[in-house]
């Protein structure tokens, strides 16, 4: 049976310019991942300023980056954040 799914729109650079710089960073990390939850990661990382939603987003950053490119390419990827 056919799913229709609502994608949320792709988030634009100049909306991006008041966000929390880690939250830039891990936006980053997901440039090229063609994964669906990639896209709705970066408008959750676009309204998030800091803190505990920030910290939960990483996390689930970093299961997705492990799931679409593997340990290592993840790993390289989020090594910026320290």
Do not use: W, Y
């Not at 056919?2 to 830039?24: F, G, H, M, Q, S």
């Not at 676009?46 to 679409?68: V, W």
Request: hydrophobic residues 50%; positive net charge.
């Amino acid at each position: 049976m056919l799913e229709i799914i609502n994608a949320p729109a792709p988030v634009r650079p100049e909306a991006c310019a008041d966000i929390d710089p880690k939250a830039a960073v891990l936006m980053g990390t997901l440039q090229g991942c063609c994964h669906p939850r990639a896209l709705r990661l970066k408008a959750r990382l676009a309204t998030c300023r800091c803190g505990d939603p920030l910290a939960a987003l990483q996390a689930e950053i970093a299961h997705l980056l492990t799931l679409s490119f593997g340990p290592a390419e993840a790993a390289r990827r989020l090594q910026a954040l320290q």
